[in-house]
């Protein structure tokens, strides 16, 4: 039996009571406002907000970091009102997470374009001087964001995209309606419902029991490399999406695929990214990069990468300085990956 008394969920087990946990309570309070349009509305009373202006973020600088600041709805209400807009807004925010103490957070976008004036794009620069912060682009900003902030703005600017581009229905051409929390779309002429999606990506560090794999794209900033990357095939399972990627990228076959850890990545366009490791066979090392996806692709050694790791500095820094080799920042899985397989041949050559 279990019963729900306000916010938090006890389960009656042996005769006494248990107290859920913070966790779970949070989780199934945010099932209950993407089902329930009325409790969502209730939430956006209390709740906290994240302004975007056409995908960026509203941020205010502190030293080198970056803070991102959230608005009350008494804020956000005269806001709106200084730009002669009513708070029907506030209806186009979409849920992206909440507190511990069940304060809802929602993310709106006051700068997309829209055919309809009631959703005019608000001038960014008035309302950045109205604000004091400025609207940055993420990819920008990533290395200046705590990791927590980084993931909820992630989610926000994925989920504001995939609702920008889903207006119309595909099979009917209508105009669809947001839940109030932004977890799906629905046509009203044909009831199609339609879910905010994540494409499937792999992302494989190969190792051939001594050296790391490493590639650059020429999209790359100078002198980054990264682990192989490449987008799932309809039908694909993540094994075989990672032997093809490393097949079509430098020509090679892997065995012992293992998993690591995956990431929602924005950029750009949502994905979520599954990192793996694998090794070559046993002699298979010579690289044939395909110039059709990569501009280079090399064998690193431990002692390469660990310095690579280690050093300190921004990327712009250690672009200036002619690095030999640079690695995608600390929030990205790649890094996480790479330093997983330093920490790993590190122990072994310990052992050895
Ligand atoms: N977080 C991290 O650590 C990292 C993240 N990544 C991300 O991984 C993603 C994939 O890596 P990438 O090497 O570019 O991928 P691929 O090797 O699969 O090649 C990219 C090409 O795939 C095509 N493509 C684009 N979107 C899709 C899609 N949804 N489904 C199928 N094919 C598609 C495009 O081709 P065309 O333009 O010809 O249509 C694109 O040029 C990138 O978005 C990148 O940002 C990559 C490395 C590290
Ligand atoms: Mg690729």
């Known amino acids: 039996m279990s019963l729900y008394c306000g916010t938090f969920f006890r389960r009656k087990s042996f005769g006494c009571y248990r107290l859920l946990s913070t966790y779970v309570t949070k989780a199934r309070y945010l099932f209950e406002l993407k089902e329930d349009d009325e409790a969502c509305r209730k939430a956006q009373q209390t709740g906290l907000f994240y302004l975007f202006h056409d995908l960026d973020p509203l941020l205010q600088e502190s030293g080198h970091r970056y803070l991102v600041p959230r608005l009350s709805r008494a804020e956000l209400e005269g806001l709106l009102g200084k730009f002669g807009q009513d708070s029907q807004r506030i209806e186009d925010s979409v849920l992206v997470g909440c507190s511990n103490e069940q304060e809802a957070w929602f993310a709106l976008d006051l700068g997309l374009k829209s055919a309809s004036s009631v959703r005019a794009s608000l001038p960014k620069s008035e309302m950045e001087a109205e604000l004091g912060g400025s609207f940055v682009k993420l990819r920008q900003a990533l290395l200046q964001l705590n990791s927590v902030d980084s993931s909820l703005l992630f989610t926000a600017q994925a989920l504001l995209r995939w609702h920008d581009g889903h207006q119309f229905c595909s099979k009917s051409g209508q105009p669809t309606q947001k839940n109030m929390a932004g977890s799906k779309r629905v046509c009203p002429s044909n009831n199609i419902i339609y879910y905010p999606q994540m494409a499937p990506v792999v992302i494989t560090l190969v190792s051939d029991g001594a050296r790391c794999l490493l590639a650059r794209q020429s999209s790359f900033p100078r ?84 310095t690579a790791l280690r050093r300190k500095g921004s990327f712009a820094q250690q672009q200036r300085e002619a690095s030999p080799l640079l690695l995608p920042p600390k929030l990205a899985v790649a890094h996480h990956m790479i330093k997983e397989w330093v920490e790993k041949q590190s122990r072994s050559s310990l052992a050895a």
């Open 223 to 306: 002198g980054l490399y990264s682990a192989l990357a490449g987008f799932c095939d309809i039908g694909e399972r993540v094994e075989e999406a990672v032997h093809r990627e490393v097949a079509e990228e430098v020509g090679l076959e892997v065995e012992n695929i293992q998993y690591s850890a995956s990431q929602h990545w924005p950029f750009p366009n949502s994905s979520l990214m599954i990192a793996c490791h694998a090794t070559v066979k046993p002699g298979h090392t010579e690289i044939q990069v395909n110039l059709k996806e990569l501009e280079a692709a090399a064998w690193f050694s431990l002692d390469e990468v660990a």
